[in-house]
């Protein structure tokens, strides 16, 4: 009788999956194998209360279980959640009652106002430079990287990415840049040091704005560069240019049309800009357990999203592309960067730590990978801006060296 309970709820979890292509086991007792296809790999469930978690709550439960070892993946990690990632988006957008209160709790508890985005920021950049430097490229660039060709580098793929920004947002010497949510400040280096703009550049995390001001100072363009530490509620001021490149997540649905309201005031109606951002084919919730552990607050904003800022404004959208593909790709770098550093990661917090920030980049990039999340790129400027392309040709025209040549040599 007992095992064919086991055997009943194992079967209601692989369901509620949407029957992925992975075999999955309970203990060393039943187990599911997909119909069609050899598996990407296994699933091992341990325990009763493990496997009753997963049938109410998968959207927590597994991260859970799987950072205490009560779920044990067999096989490439990434391919096994792209499976469960593609079971996920094939069985539709229905999603049960206690992961939507859950999702719903969450969003209640991590709102992004302007004390709750100091936590929620605090919570994920600020656990130390010494971390994230064992596993991102030399200039602590945290977002989605640029690929010329699949054989790139990691550091030149940043860089490349640095140029495509620059190059979309066609910068002039002289130009002010405002830069909201600004790293530890690779990019607005970049800028200055690259194409004569004078840049300020906010952001509230303390550890990347003491490290980006550092780093200014040695690349000896302090002059033309100002990191503040603030809120990007809080820019004042007008200016040529606005980027926001990785922040547009952190900013909350809610606060949207606020954003708008900056970027109105700051560009006026002569301005241009572009927001990099996470985001998806359709407006849904972040993963409860990647807003649980890794980001709190997040949201990554669907296109019809994003218009809600665009539109009140009267800004202009020139130009979208989607870098879905260079995000997987840039994401198993990182993985591969950090499954090397992991003695160094285990020394500095714990094998807890470890499998909490696997999982999250793994799942990150089986996102990519099965499409559920997209990197927008979106260019867009006032109605009165004089910058505007008349084709999409300066972006690929040579322009002599590119600086992620340089980077080669």
């Not at 703009?197 to 952001?203: G, Q, T």
């Amino acid at each position: 009788m007992r095992s064919s309970w086991k055997r009943w709820l194992l079967e209601k979890v692989y369901e509620g999956a949407g029957k992925p292509r992975v075999r999955l086991m309970f203990d060393d007792g039943p187990e599911i194998v997909p119909a069609e296809g050899p598996p990407a790999g296994t699933i091992r469930i341990r325990g009763w209360s493990t496997l009753a978690a997963l049938a109410l709550n998968a959207d927590i439960a597994f991260g859970e279980a799987y950072t205490d070892r009560r779920i044990e993946v067999e096989g490439n990690l990434v391919d096994v959640l792209t499976a469960v990632s593609d079971a996920a988006l094939a069985r539709g957008r229905k999603r049960k009652r206690w992961s939507a209160a859950a999702s719903a709790w969450l969003t209640l508890t991590q709102r992004n106002t302007r004390a709750g985005s100091q936590r929620n920021i605090h919570h994920h950049y600020d656990i130390g430079n010494d971390f994230y430097q064992l596993w991102l490229d030399e200039r602590l660039l945290y977002t989605c990287a640029y690929f010329p060709h699949p054989a790139a580098t990691l550091e030149q793929a940043q860089v490349a990415k640095m140029d495509h920004v620059c190059r979309k947002l066609r910068l002039k010497p002289g130009e002010r840049v405002i830069e909201a949510g600004c790293g530890w400040g690779a990019l607005a280096i970049h800028m200055a040091r690259h194409y004569g703009v004078k840049v300020k550049a906010f952001n509230i995390s303390r550890e990347q704005i003491a490290f980006a001001r550092w780093r200014a100072h040695q690349e000896q363009v302090s002059h033309l560069v100002e990191f503040i530490q603030d809120d990007y509620r809080n820019i004042q001021g007008g200016a040529d240019v606005f980027v926001s490149v990785g922040m547009l997540e952190h900013v909350g649905k809610s606060h949207h049309a606020e954003f708008g309201r900056i970027l109105s005031r700051t560009l006026g109606d002569a301005g241009r800009g572009l927001l990099h951002f996470i985001g998806r084919n359709y407006p849904a919730p972040l993963n409860a357990w990647i807003r649980k552990r890794i980001f709190p607050g997040g949201y990554p904003p669907a296109l019809r999203d994003v218009m809600q800022i665009f539109e009140p404004a009267d800004l202009a959208v020139l130009d979208i592309e989607n870098l879905r593909q260079h995000y997987a790709l840039t994401l198993e770098h990182w993985l591969e960067r950090f499954e090397r550093a992991v003695p160094k990661v285990a020394a500095m917090f714990d094998e807890r730590f470890v499998r909490i920030w696997r999982l999250y980049l793994a799942g990150s990039a089986a996102a990519f990978h099965a499409g559920s999340l997209q990197l927008f790129q979106v260019v867009f400027a006032g109605r009165k801006c004089e910058a505007v392309p008349w084709t999409r040709a300066y972006l690929y025209e040579p322009t002599g060296e590119t600086e992620w040549m340089r980077a080669t040599s």
